[in-house]
């Protein structure tokens, strides 16, 4: 407990208790002084030591948002290995960028719940420290919190000698889905763009109508379907097998204007690579990541529950149109696989999704024997098996040995485990340490008080 000066109580008491000790000998007057001194040093050093610490954040439900991973009070650091840990059903890793220290490398992993970093610091770093930013994506749903759980494998300064410190978790929490309302007054045929969304939601609008009217346009965005009112982009509403959303969903609405009255609108919704990235690895040509050229925009039909094609894309069957049963009719659309987007244009907004085909693992062919034939050119194919000097255990075709895949990994240590888990090492060794020297130091008190006692009875 801290006084208003920020000193210890217990300490206080002491040097009251010292101040009074008229009767007491120089001996113990000493000692006491002594263990007084080294609690002033020590006790303050382990108050105010080094913490690596990740903060509380929020972000709306479908939105992205950048975090420090940070390295406070901590002199001449030279570098360290960091990871952090995650529930995937709520929150992802997108990337991790440079902080106050060099990126020497990292890895992610989505799938378990991980990211791992390392950075190195020539010249040394003190203060309060970015170790990194950690860019998190909201994937869970609207009140969902993740814990952000830190494990320090290594943190050492520039001599690389070990840095002792303190760990204090974050967490995660998803707010609520984004919304952008736009007010606009539409010209007679003129084109209109509304691109006050596009930093929220990625998306895009344009809208062209046969009269002047103030509208509103509302686009919501969400990784959750139900949000929306709508079913999850799968299999089961629409979707082929391989076909995978890219759990972007957004709505647009408007009103102020009948549909009859708007000659088109058009809808732009723009991606990264991250989003088809699904391993984490930073690509997206790995199978199971989403393949860019099979990207197509969906529209969700809420009589039916399902979803439908629109484009760009031969899956659209050219141009759909969906009007007889209260859809969108396909007027144009266009695919930009260098500023990466997907564009249609249509006679009224509704509900969509961004769809694209999972990469497909490589076919390893079968081996065909072959007994080098007549010099043909061909081989041969056994049409029975050759007659063989039967065995006791029959001996396996064997297969032909394929070259091993490197899949980049985190350290050893296993990175998905929550540090919650892990007592910090040297939190303890701190405790055992400074227990040591006040219990050495309680010896040498009672030693010299006993030594004093016994000289002052044989005067």
């Known amino acids: 407990m801290l006084n208003s000066d920020g000193i210890p109580h ?58 420090p991973l940070m390295i406070n009070n901590v002199t001449n650091l030279g570098g360290g290995e960091v990871s952090v840990t995650y529930d995937p059903l709520i929150v992802h890793v997108t990337s991790v960028t440079k902080g106050d220290m060099n990126l020497g490398a990292y890895n992610i992993n989505n799938a378990s719940g991980w990211v791992y970093i390392n950075t190195l610091s020539a010249s040394g770093q003190s203060g309060d420290v970015a170790f990194a930013y950690i860019h998190l ?46 007010n606009k007054t539409t010209v007679p045929n003129q084109t209109i763009e509304i691109d006050e969304a596009k930093n929220a939601t990625n998306t895009v609008i344009e809208l062209n109508a046969a009269i002047a009217a103030n509208v509103t346009v509302t686009i919501k965005a969400n990784t959750n379907a139900s949000a929306l009112n709508a079913k999850p982009a799968t299999s089961s509403y629409g979707l082929a097998q391989n076909q995978h959303s890219l759990e972007k969903y957004i709505d647009v609405n408007v009103t102020g204007i009948d549909n009859v009255n708007l000659t088109f609108v058009s809808l732009t919704l723009y991606y ?24 197509i925009i969906y529209w969700f039909y809420p009589n039916e529950t399902w979803w439908m094609p629109l ?19 396909v007027i144009d659309d266009e695919r930009n696989t260098t500023e990466k987007y997907l564009k249609v244009t ?14 497909p693992a490589p076919v390893t062919p079968t081996p065909i024997p072959s007994n080098g034939g007549d010099g043909g050119g061909g081989p041969f194919l056994f049409t029975s098996s050759p007659t063989l000097t039967p065995s006791a255990t029959p001996t396996p075709t064997e297969s032909p040995t394929l070259a091993p895949t490197f899949t980049p990994s ?39 008080i006993i030594y004093t006692t016994f000289k002052l009875r044989k005067k």
């Open 137 to 182: 994506v909201a994937v869970g749903n609207v009140a969902d919190v993740s814990p952000l759980n830190i494990t320090v494998y290594d943190l050492f300064d520039t001599t690389y000698k070990d840095i002792q410190h303190t760990i204090t978790n974050g967490t995660f929490t998803i707010t609520s889905a984004i919304t952008v309302v736009v």
């Open 311 to 329: 484009g760009p894309g031969p899956d659209a069957n050219g141009k759909p149109d969906y009007t007889d049963i209260g859809g969108p009719k």
């Open 272 to 295: 990264t690579t991250a989003d088809l990235d699904r391993n984490g690895d930073g690509d997206a040509d790995d199978p199971g990541d989403l393949n860019e050229t099979t990207l």
């Open 10 to 67: 217990s300490l206080l008491w002491g040097f009251l208790f010292f101040k009074n000790m008229d009767k007491t000998t120089t001996g113990t007057k000493l000692a006491c002084m002594t263990l007084l001194i080294i609690l002033l040093l020590i006790l303050p050093a382990s108050a105010q030591g080094t913490i690596v610490s990740i903060a509380n954040v929020e972000a709306e439900y479908g939105s992205s948002i950048t975090v």
């Open 346 to 359: 249509l006679n009224h907004f509704s509900t969509f999704a961004m769809v694209a085909e999972a990469i």
């Open 410 to 448: 985190a350290p050893s240590t296993p990175a998905q485990t929550p540090s919650s888990a892990i007592p910090p090492p040297t939190t303890i060794e701190q405790k055992q340490i400074l227990m040591l020297i006040i219990g050495l130091m309680a010896v040498s008190i009672m030693a010299i």
